[in-house]
């Protein structure tokens, strides 16, 4: 019997503990006032001069966590006393926590829409748009295809759209064998199906049903063509490069008779079009003049970005446009 | 003599039982190959990147440095928030539903929603915990508002095993307890728990599993995915061991898959490491009646 008292005991002394300290914190100014978790870091060590201190946060998509990861943990070597969080609820669900000032930085695979303009606005609040890399779109099919070389923007939106004419390969091209098209697509949260919802599909509906698989994670998509000489699918160029030897990648054709072919040459130069596009980050300007710690690693973000898309099987932007983007940054904390 | 006669006679049933009997081992040998499968594909993709560095190391973008330090302080961090809030209010829950309450339409209407309760979705606990402990509370993306969520997502869990473990306390010895003059509150306290709680604990432990893998609700409420600090108070920004996992699962370089199965194996030693302490709890405390 002793024994149960003593374990209720320890059960109870674990609740006060916590009530206790959830008293103690003030939890009101918990999270909705940035400022207390800049001063909360400051607690710590009393000195003063060169190093920062303070909390920096960021969420958003998932497609940028890879490199905003090798960017928070480079920064980590360099500047110890400021704490980076890093979370990804999608480019969406970023803009939902940046448009209301919750977090510093938001991720983005795909611009801020007008409602989210609007909803920062409302909020008083500037996001200013980063460009960290370029993501090629890379539509592929599996390698035991050995009919399908290029496709044309036009091919696609037959392939893709709800109402579109192609539901078999021949439907195409005579030559190809009359098999059902099975598509392959990100889920329509995701940022990489409202870029090509956006520049093939331009917002019509998209083939849903029979054949046709949707995924928020991108390998299963991998995994679908792979396996199927008869499947189409579309995802970021980090996804195809890492399974170049099962899967072929297609040439697109704008419209003028000359397919390219996604690689890293063809994305930074945006010759592969309508479908490389940029990754973003969008800085909070408040945060920006306010907090020496988001000035300081937004600057980082910026000067080391190109690394990070290497790193994470992206494509660096050209160095000029880095520069630009530091100056600007460095004029608007200045204001 | 005459064997044979009596054999034939039962025959159909000797087939009969035998037949059934191969159904259940059947049955089992399915979930158990699964099981050995799921665990094979893990320790052969995983041991590999299994070291103490794993085990000390914050997140990293490069695969030899990358660790779940912490994803295991944040996951231990919650579930020692976790488990006593919802172990408390469980248990009093229980208690009151089987002890006190009256046995009428409205204590049956709140027996089935609780028990309805348990299978809602993790996701909308995650909108729960969001609406109330983030923003109406204010607590914002916090540990203790992730373990708050979580502690309402295992709490159905707990009740619905706790009203069994308590209703399986045979009514004699209550009688008995009350027929030597001892007051309700006395029964419960010194005849009734110390029966339930081997019921109890192990229903606890199956929430406990289930609050320490899951990751749809602590999205919703902010869990970070990457960060470079372990929680020091209650209002640390955090992350869990699931989260890491499952971002590692999402790269498109093979080898961040090994990494993740490396991830698994040590979910999987701590939860057996919990459920070894909650068996042990339990067979100290286990009275038969």
């Known amino acids: ?335 | 003599m005459n064997d044979k006669v009596n054999y034939s006679h039962i025959k159909g049933r000797v087939m009969k039982n035998a037949v059934v009997k191969w159904i259940f081992i059947m049955a089992t040998s399915v979930a158990l190959i699964f099981l050995a499968l799921l665990i094979g594909r893990v320790l052969s993709q995983g041991v590999g990147y299994l070291s103490i560095d794993f085990l000390k190391n914050y997140p990293a973008p490069y695969i030899e440095e990358a660790g779940l330090f912490a994803g295991i302080m944040g996951s231990l961090a919650m579930i020692s928030i976790t488990a006593p809030v919802s172990m408390i209010l469980g248990v009093c829950t229980a208690l009151y539903l089987e002890e006190y309450a009256r046995d009428n339409k409205f204590t049956r209407f709140i027996r089935v929603n609780v028990q309805n309760l348990a299978g809602v979705p993790s996701i909308v606990f995650g909108l729960l915990g969001l609406t109330f402990f983030v923003y109406l509370f204010e607590m914002g993306y916090t540990l203790i508002a992730g373990a708050l969520t979580m502690s309402l997502l295992v709490l159905p869990i707990i009740v619905v095993a706790a009203q069994e473990a308590i209703r399986s306390v045979p009514s004699e010895i209550r009688e008995a307890s009350i027929g030597m003059g001892a007051t309700k509150w006395q029964t419960i306290w010194r005849i009734v728990l110390p029966a339930a709680i081997p019921g109890i604990l192990t229903g606890s432990i199956l929430a406990f599993s289930r609050a320490i893998g899951e990751t749809a609700p602590l999205i919703i409420v902010g869990a970070a995915t990457a960060i470079y600090s372990i929680p020091d108070s209650l209002f640390s920004k955090y992350t869990v061991m699931p989260m890491q996992i499952y971002s590692w699962t999402a790269r498109p370089q093979e080898e961040w898959q090994y990494v993740a199965a490396a991830g698994i194996i040590v979910l999987l030693i701590i939860l057996l490491c919990m459920n070894a302490i909650a068996v042990w709890i339990r067979n100290k405390f286990q009275k038969r009646f």
């Open chain 1, 1 to 335: 019997m002793n024994k149960w008292k003593l374990l209720m005991l320890v059960a109870g002394l674990l609740l006060t503990v916590g009530v206790l300290a959830a008293c103690g914190n003030a939890p009101g100014d918990a999270e909705t006032d940035e400022g207390e978790n800049a001063s909360q870091g400051e607690e710590g060590s009393g000195e003063e001069g060169d190093t920062i201190e303070g909390s920096v946060v960021i969420d958003g998509s998932s497609t940028v966590l890879p490199i905003m990861e090798y960017l928070t943990y480079e920064y980590k070597q360099e500047q110890t006393e400021v704490e980076t969080s890093l979370s990804s609820s999608g480019s969406g669900g970023g803009f939902k926590k940046s448009t209301v000032g919750e977090i510093d930085l938001s991720n983005a695979s795909r611009p801020i829409s007008e409602d989210e303009k609007a909803t920062a606005e409302e909020n008083d609040i500037t996001l200013h748009e980063i460009e960290l890399a370029y993501d090629g779109l890379s539509v592929v099919v599996s390698q035991e295809n050995d009919f399908v070389e290029n496709l044309t923007v036009d091919q696609l939106r037959q392939i893709f759209l709800a109402d579109g004419s192609a539901t078999k390969w021949s439907d195409l091209n005579s030559e190809w064998p009359e098999e059902e098209i099975k598509i392959f697509s990100p889920g329509h949260e995701s940022g990489t199906f409202d870029y090509f919802n956006e520049t093939i599909l331009e917002e019509n509906p998209m083939r849903e049903g029979e054949n046709t698989t949707l995924s928020e994670d991108d390998n299963t998509l991998v995994t679908g063509v792979k396996n199927d000489p008869y499947a189409i699918g579309y995802f970021g160029y980090a996804y195809y490069y890492e399974n170049k030897d099962s899967l072929k990648v297609l040439g697109i054709d704008n419209g003028d008779g000359e397919p390219v072919k996604p690689n890293a040459e063809t994305i930074q130069d945006g010759s592969y079009t309508p479908l490389s596009r940029p990754l973003f980050t969008y800085v909070n300007v408040n945060s920006l003049k306010e907090k020496p710690q988001v000035l300081d690693f937004t600057q980082f973000v910026i000067e080391n970005a190109g690394a990070g898309a290497e790193e994470a099987g992206y494509v660096a932007l050209p160095d000029e446009k880095y520069q630009e983007q530091l100056d600007k940054i460095n004029e608007l904390s200045e204001q």
